[in-house]
């Protein structure tokens, strides 16, 4: 019986062992967002799960647009070495609006003398662009810039 237990633990400390995660997070006065991650270890690092939101403070976004939501779906672009950790989230308007979507790109660096499971840190971009009705000729864009801090275990 007590083979058979450490066999059981031994298989599901394994699992564990296989994957990771890693979270993001800015906060500054117009734009403010937290992101999260589970990712596999090894070959590609693939994201299995992945939730965020992104709060824009600025009253000429679109309210939706403004109050964005993320999913696994949502993700555009992911790298994650040893190095760098980058992401690149793209989100459309819900339903029959006209086009208009939220970019969000984060670029960031492991700090000097981290191995790849720590902190990095670097920079972040949102854009928004909104076509507020079929006859609007020229669309509500707005971009906004900071730092942002992660955490990749």
């Known amino acids: 019986?007590?083979?058979v237990a450490v066999a059981v633990l031994s298989i599901c400390a394994g699992?564990?062992?296989?994957?990771?995660?890693?979270?993001?997070e800015a906060k500054d006065k117009a734009v403010s967002f937290d992101v999260s991650a589970g990712v596999s270890r090894g070959l590609g690092a693939a994201i299995f799960s992945f939730n965020g939101a992104v709060k824009v403070a600025d009253k000429k976004v679109a309210t939706d647009l403004a109050n964005t939501a993320f999913e696994l779906d949502h993700v555009a672009?992911?790298?994650?070495?040893g190095e760098e950790l980058r992401l690149r989230l793209y989100r459309e308007h819900e339903g029959d609006k006209p086009h208009g979507y939220v970019e969000l790109e984060i670029l960031t660096k492991a700090l000097?003398?981290?191995?790849?499971?720590g902190i990095y840190e670097g920079?972040?971009?949102l854009g928004t662009y909104d076509t507020v009705d079929e006859n609007t000729v020229e669309a509500i864009t707005s971009s906004y810039e900071g730092k942002v801090s992660c955490f990749v275990e």
């Open 15 to 24: 699992e564990a062992l296989a994957s990771g995660g890693l979270s993001c």
């Open 112 to 117: 000097p003398g981290d191995d790849g499971e």
């Open 1 to 3: 019986m007590r083979l």
């Open 77 to 81: 672009q992911y790298w994650l070495d």
């Open 123 to 125: 920079s972040y971009s």
